[in-house]
Structure formats: C-alpha cells, structure tokens
C-alpha cells in the first residue's frame, strides 16, 4: 500500500495534524481517509470539527415558501464559478426548479436516487393490478415496465414535465441553461416540508 | 382481531375504497392500515396518490437563507392551532430557530433523534482519548459520559445554548413561547443545505 504525498497532504488540511501522524493514520487505514480522520482524533491529533470534506463547488442554495407558510421547499444546484452561479440566468433557473417540487411530487433528482425499496414496493402493486386484468403472463412485464416509467415522470425532478411549459422536461430546462451559460449545472439535492407531514 | 369502526373509516376516507372493501383489506392485514392500502392498490381500488395519512396538525415552514446564497435552513415547527401559527410571536420564535440552526453545528431535533452510528463512533474516540490520558479506568467511563453531553450540546438543537442569549437553552426559549401562547409548540425537522456539502 503506497500512501501518496497528495493523500497525506489532505490529510493534514483537514486535520491540522502533522505529517508523520498524517503518514502513520494512513498507513494504519490502508488509505481511508475518513479511518484515519477517526485515527488521529482517537490520539487527539485531529480538531474535533475534522470531518469528510467538502467538495469543492460553486453554486447556490434556495428556497422556496408557499404563500400561506405550509410548504417550502430547500435546494441545492452547483455550477463550476462563482461568476456563473452569480448571474441572473442560473439564479432564476435555481427559483424555477424550487418551484417545481413544491409544485410536484418530485421525490429525487433522478432515477438513481430513487428510493429502492419504494420501487419495489411499486412495481409489486403494478404486477397485481396488472394480473387481475386478465391480459397474457408474457405482457405483463412490459405493461408493468411501462407504468414504472410513469411513476418515474411522477417522482423524479429531471424526468418530470417542465410545470410552466409541460412539452419539455426539466433536464431540458437545465440543459438549456448549461448551453447558455457554458457550464456544468448540476442538482445536487432538495427537500420539501409540509405541515403535518413529518 | 377486530377491525374497529374508526380504520375503517380512515381507510375510507384514505382511500377512496367502498367500506366492503375497506374491511376486508384491514382483516387480511390485522388492521395494519398502511398494508391495507396497498392491498387495495392492488385491486385497483384505491387512488394512486393514497398514501400514509397525515397528522392534522398546525404551524409553519420557514426558511432561513444566509447572504451570499451559500448556506440554507428549512424548519417546521408545530402548535395546536391555525391561530397561533399566525401570531408574531411564533412566527419569531421560528425565525430564531432556523437561525439558530444556521449559525450552528445543529444536527438533530432532540437527544432520540440522534444517528446512534455517530454517536457510538463518538464515543469510541473519545474513550480512546481517555485511554491516552494514564487516568485510572474507573473513571473513564465518567470523563466520556461529560464529554457525550458536551456533544449533544453541540448538535442538538434543543440542548444547545441559544446563540442570542447563551446564558439559556433552546428548549428554554420554545418553553417560554410555549407558556406565553398556551399551547404546545414541537419542533417538527430541520435540515440544513451548504453549497458543496452534500
């Protein structure tokens, strides 16, 4: 196991510890940095604030309240700068997406965040309805199939219908602004409050 | 098992489903109303949207944006009635809560909400640091306990001392609130987004 000079060098930001402590913690977790954060603090080396690091990103956190204070909603969207992330063009895409899931019951940004187990339990549904309508066992998979990509249209924020121009979908909406403003744009993360829904 | 009146009711009303319908799926599932209701899925006879009741319950979402756009809070805190909910008073004591939030390292409600896998790796370094100390074993076990409290005073919300008046805690500032307005006041959630830490 080599321990980079890099490796070490984050190390030792994080942790304001010296470099042979550095050295020694990691070579002690085989290079997992997070162990060897937990390392030096154990040999009180390490602030107590040592913590996974932040990725360093631009962008902006937003939220949106409904009229009436019974929904808001918290978003996270990153772009490359802070030029960027700055400009009216990306603050009013950030407005618009906040707008949307508290429109919508967008659940996740996308399909891959999309909760397993609710899935499962899902399609589990969709089969039953599906079986008692008497169609042939070989189509129900794709009737099945099909339903789930409409339950996707429901609960993910990038696959659902733009709610102010429902011909397009918001990755759309967030593709136009990444050509327009020459950066990556990313959904990072939202959630959403409602009285009562906790 | 009796499937008394009232599940009934609320399975209905939940549902949408005929009280036939509604009884049998509670009998089939011994009255656990969430499973009933993906019984009725099944048989097509519940709306899609049915989905684990919620609270009737009063308060307010409120969201607490740091200038700059970088750092963001979203809170509810419940009361008993629409009325309250409207007053000042509990609109400030919200605005000071999420502030709070903001300003701190506050990462949970109360003690219960705690991630106990946090907490057990807490105490796992800081029983190490103990060790480190030569203190005779006996009273390791005490010095770690202080030093739990000192992190729960650090992430959770109700224990910490209120960063405009720290002489007090934040559960004192709810209780105050809670004596002032006469009814119960419970801070439902929080969560806080920071631009690159997801």
């Known amino acids: 196991m080599t321990i980079t000079a890099s490796l070490v060098k984050e190390l030792r930001e994080r942790t304001g510890a010296g470099m042979m402590e550095c050295k020694k913690a990691l070579a002690e977790t085989s290079g997992n940095l997070d162990q060897a954060i937990d390392v030096l603090r154990k040999h009180g080396m390490a602030r107590a604030s040592a913590k996974a690091g932040r990725e360093a990103r631009q ?6 309240i409904h009229p009436g204070d019974q929904l808001g909603v918290l978003i996270e969207v990153s772009c490359e700068t802070d030029f ?3 400009t009216d ?4 895409l950030v407005r618009n997406l906040a707008m949307q899931v508290a429109a919508t019951n967008a659940q996740s940004v996308d399909r891959a965040s999309v909760d397993p187990a609710m899935l499962e339990r899902e399609r589990a549904i969709l089969m039953e309805q599906a079986r008692g309508s008497g ?5 129900l998979e794709k009737i099945v199939a099909g339903k789930i990509d409409k ?3 429901d609960i993910v924020l990038l696959e659902q219908p733009y709610i ?5 979908k918001v990755k ?7 050509a327009k403003l020459g950066e990556n744009i990313v959904v990072r993360r939202f959630t959403k409050f409602r009285v009562g829904e906790a």
């Open 172 to 178: 759309e909406l967030v593709d136009q602004a990444i």
């Open 89 to 92: 063009d990306f603050r009013e």
């Open 59 to 64: 962008g902006l956190i937003h939220a949106y």
């Open 135 to 139: 169609k042939p066992e070989a189509i």
């Open 151 to 153: 339950v996707y249209e």
């Open 164 to 168: 102010r121009d429902p011909d397009r």
């Open 84 to 86: 960027v992330a700055r």
